[in-house]
């Protein structure tokens, strides 16, 4: 049983080996020693159905993974298990960087990170929207704060609180993406996306400074802000989401790929326009551009660029799969491509991380919508990682057809 579903192959779209790596009924903790989880049980802290993975980053021979406070009793929120350990089919997560950052009573610790992003430089970056009980009580235990951690040393090197004027009363921010130049880490920027409030925070690691931009693409389309998922039909109305980088372009700056999440439209916008502070050159509707229509059902919340290709991977939670688009054709529903999928292990694939050393994409999914609207069944297997091969995926992605338009490149 266990060799049948570790590293089981499915029977996907475009016939790509994606690969089980591992998977959880619910989820558990390696505690420290000092620590009795039947006294966190017994105490509310730690209520395991209530546990459930969200963000994924995958960085050497570490997975970390996210488990936000959607409810109350989340033991930790930032974890991470063994990308080298196969041998356990549902392993138990690390609390990272310590357990005592994590929990929910330690002062000034981590509340709650909805995904990490891992930079050039070896740092981990992760923004702490400070909310415990989420879908319940709603307890802003303490502020939204961005957190950077040397993964080298394993310690915070920075924890930055946002400003008033970066937020807006309904503020959320879950998803975020780095920018650094790996011969010069101090020129770093971090990317965030406030989906409720409809806005973009841009961090500055030199000037330690933040400031926020709006524009009319950070809305979510009501035309595709209602869901049918694990049975459950309901509305979101989810902004600018999904970001991702493509690699340097001829003036030295990157592109900014984003989306809605109650949306199918992809836009872009230079990485010189966001890291502008006067706010200048974001000023300038036109700095924004739309990029194209994924078509119907490709609403998701997670995107990420592999930069050799230029091919840009995103979540399909209506599909139970990830598709993909070669940057260098016009998006159109012809060039947004299913390329994997599965009605078991991707039901509701939540976050991506792409492995370079050995180019392959992970994918977490985790049925939110179960766990939002209803309760997880903890007899069966609710929480997946799995993985495929970027090689294999390139070759469906790169569409070689000379009647597909090529755009043009956006700086000439």
């Not at 509707?285 to 229509?293: L, P, S």
């Amino acid at each position: 049983m266990r060799i049948l579903l570790l590293f089981a192959s499915l029977a996907l779209a475009n016939c790509h080996e994606v690969k089980t790596v591992y998977s959880w009924s619910n989820v558990e903790y390696n505690f420290p020693v000092t620590v009795n989880p039947d006294t966190l049980t017994s105490d509310g802290e730690y209520i395991p159905e209530n546990n459930v993975p969200l963000g994924m980053e995958v960085w050497e021979d570490k997975i970390f993974i996210t488990v936000p406070r959607w409810k109350n009793g989340v033991a930790s929120n930032l974890n991470y298990i063994s990308k080298n350990d196969t041998s356990v089919e549902s392993p138990k997560l690390t609390p990272y960087p310590s357990w005592e950052i994590n929990y929910i009573n330690t002062p000034n610790g981590i509340v709650s990170i909805f995904r990490v992003k891992v930079d050039s430089c070896d740092r981990l970056w992760g923004v702490d929207t400070g909310i415990d009980d989420i879908l319940g009580t709603t307890r802003q235990v303490r502020p939204v704060r961005i957190f950077v951690i040397d993964l080298k040393t394993d310690k915070i090197l920075r924890i930055y609180p946002l400003k008033s004027t970066d937020q807006v009363s309904n503020s959320f921010f879950a998803d975020s993406v780095v920018d650094a130049d790996p011969d010069n880490c101090e020129n770093s920027h971090l990317y965030i996306s406030d989906l409720s409030g409809y806005g973009l925070v841009v961090y500055s690691w030199a000037k330690n400074d933040s400031w926020r931009i709006s524009h009319n693409f950070f809305h979510f389309d009501p035309l595709h802000g209602n869901f049918n998922i694990s049975g459950f039909n309901f509305q979101w109305q989810d902004g600018i989401f999904g970001m991702s980088l493509s690699a340097p372009q001829s003036d030295g700056y990157k592109t900014l790929y984003f989306h809605a999440m109650a949306g199918v439209t992809e836009f872009s916008v230079s990485t010189e326009v966001l890291q502008d502070s006067t706010l200048k050159k974001s000023s300038s509707y036109d700095a924004f551009r739309v990029e194209g229509d994924k078509g119907p059902l490709t609403q998701g919340p997670t995107s990420v660029i592999d930069a050799g290709t230029g091919i840009n991977y995103f979540t399909q939670v209506s599909k139970n799969g990830i598709a993909c688009w070669d940057t260098s054709l016009e998006l159109n529903p012809n060039t947004f491509i299913l390329a994997a999928q599965d009605n078991t292990t991707m039901i509701f694939p939540n976050d991506l991380s792409i492995d370079r050393p050995t180019n392959t994409l992970y994918v977490l999914s985790d049925n939110l919508p179960q766990h939002i609207f209803s309760h997880m069944d903890t007899k069966k297997h609710n929480f997946f990682v799995t993985a495929v091969n970027l090689d294999s995926l390139t070759q469906t992605c790169k569409k070689q057809d000379l009647k597909l338009k090529r755009r043009l490149p956006h700086i000439l």
